[in-house]
Nanobody, 122 residues
Framework: VQLQASGGGLVQAGGSLRLYCAAS????????MGWFRQAPGKEREFVAV????????DFEDSVKGRFTISRDNARNTVYPQMNSLKPEDTAVYYC????????????????WGQGTLVTVSS
């Protein structure tokens, strides 16, 4: 599976961005899809996950109520929606696919996209 993340950019605090993770090479419908982020000087951290069906989602505490995530398996694409962005959300955001079910651990994900940079100005 090849994953391509996009949609990042510069946004003011309080603004919104919609990211995209498009897959090729294999259908995403059998994978849980996770999003992680890595800020400068920090370790990569879990942000969100969505089940293969799209019914179940989970989020890191700091983004709950602000971020949502959806998927379109027919288009092989996952869509995190980020609202009420804060400067501390600034990071490179990565999408990843797991064939092992729900997980917040980066080490359990099998495939990774290249990342897309989100910068939130104050």
């Amino acid at each position: 599976v090849q994953l391509q993340a996009s949609g990042g950019g510069l946004v003011q605090a309080g603004g919104s961005l919609r990211l995209y993770c498009a897959a090729s090479g294999r259908t995403l419908s059998r994978y849980y899809m996770g999003w992680f982020r890595q800020a400068p000087g920090k370790e990569r951290e879990f942000v969100a996950v969505i089940s293969w069906s799209g019914i179940t989602t989970d989020f890191e505490d700091s983004v709950k109520g602000r971020f949502t995530i959806s998927r379109d398996n027919a288009r092989n694409t996952v869509y995190p929606q980020m609202n009420s962005l804060k400067p501390e959300d600034t990071a490179v955001y990565y999408c990843a696919a797991s064939g092992r079910g729900y997980s917040q651990l980066a080490t359990t994900y099998d495939y990774w996209g290249q990342g897309t940079l989100v910068t939130v100005s104050s």
